[in-house]
DNA sequence: GCAAAAGTGTTCCAGATACACCCATGT
DNA sequence: ACATGGGTGTATCTGGAACACTTTTGC
């Protein structure tokens, strides 16, 4: 235990550690998987983890949560946003360790994962087919997963994990497979084009022995939605 | 700056102090409350803040801003729910500080609160006259409110709010209250009816010169929304 | 009998759901 | 010509919102 400091005001004892863990989602295969670590490090060495880390003295939390993403994972410029705090006295056998959860969206194929720093492999995972996982972390993204499937229904949550252009069947199918259940077409379709965001892109795609699809994009590509 | 550690497996930077802190709602002479206590110690001495304070290094967070909560103002037994972790590096004067906000309601009859601890004074404030308050206690008292308002769709919240029994009318009042708008009688009970949350204790209150009202309870008083 | 709050039904609108066929293209 | 996914319209249901009068009581 760490002796009291004569530092004014100071909180005299001792002080849990402080990490962010990041849950990134993405689409890839048809599924919704996450992105993992492989531990490199002790404790639970060569387990698959969450990527995250300690706290630097005066980072911000998201700060923190996307520079450890960065160190991980070798990905940066995504969007984070709070999820939870996890804070179980046992949750870490190091020492007394608080996580911010933080979660986000990216399209799968911008993105190209290296192992780095504390991970000796990097990798997305299905959502519904996950390894066992360190610590508490089995928690943390079904938290993140029920999070997710109540976020879509604001629509423009589904563009963040699409490319900048699209199709709606392409659209729908984000839908499909975060509900996962099949969604009526023509019902969709309306709905996507009622709310607005869309805009025809003029451009059409053809994909093979079929009539070709028109591309649309998000109207506001930089709508950040801030959902607390 | 501390000395790295030879404890295995520690993480050997400083580490942010963390707290809880707690909004506690309630309705108090037609007026939404939020309980507040002002600072009997430095920094921020003589201050309005949210009751809370530093965590113990093996307790739970949750039993951290209840035991604040007991400690400084002498209320216990309610039930809280993380709110927001706020952590932005220049919060606190004293040294970093990360606080896990958490928040409750309780209907302001039973609750005597009375200062202690490190409070030199307890008050129920209307959320709509605050006074200047500490750190970025507005900040986190301005979401809890957003919270509140979204959680009330779920009825069962307004129900801790109030006695156990009480008449439609009172439990309209709450939710005007806390909307901030008249609502129709005749959609309110409707819709509060149609729920099937409510039985008549078949016994009713008479309070002036008018018809008396029936009263009713909660069917399921025990129930806890969990809604991370 | 009058003042005051309790109690009660119907209409309307918007958004969600269910459902089946023609269109444009590649082979 | 046929196989394949793209594209379209209508009927129905459901939940929310608007709206005014009668009932029961105390004085």
Chains 1, 2 share one sequence.
């Not at 002080?15 to 993405?26: C, G, M, N, Q, S």
């Not at 531990?39 to 060495?45: D, I, K």
């Not at 949550?157 to 499909?176: D, G, K, N, R, Y």
């Amino acid at each position: 235990m760490r002796k009291p400091q004569p530092f004014p005001y100071r909180y005299a004892y001792p002080h849990p550690a402080v990490t962010t863990d990041v849950i990134l989602f993405t689409i890839k295969d048809a599924q919704l998987q996450i992105l993992l670590i492989r531990r490199a490090q002790p404790p639970m060495q060569g387990s698959w983890a969450l990527p995250g880390g300690f706290l630097n003295i005066d980072e911000s939390l998201e700060d923190c949560a996307n520079r450890e993403l960065q160190e991980e994972t070798g990905i940066s410029g995504v969007h984070l946003e709070q999820l939870y705090t996890f804070g179980r006295p046992d949750r870490d056998p190091r020492e007394r360790v608080i996580s911010v959860a933080h979660y986000g969206l990216a399209p799968s194929d911008k993105l190209s994962p290296t192992p780095a720093s504390d991970a000796q492999d990097v990798n997305w995972h299905p959502i519904n087919d996950l390894p066992e996982l360190a610590f508490d972390h089995a928690d943390i993204v079904n938290l993140a997963h029920r999070r997710l499937v109540k976020k879509l229904d604001d629509a423009s949550t589904a563009f963040q994990l699409i490319h900048p252009e699209f199709t709606l069947s392409e659209l729908q199918a984000v839908f499909e497979i975060i509900l996962n259940k099949r969604l009526d077409k023509r019902n969709f379709r309306r709905r996507m084009l009622d709310m607005e965001l869309l805009e025809e892109t003029g451009k059409s795609f053809s994909n093979g022995n079929h009539r070709p699809a028109k591309i649309y994009r998000s109207k506001n590509p930089e709508r950040v939605v801030i959902l607390k």
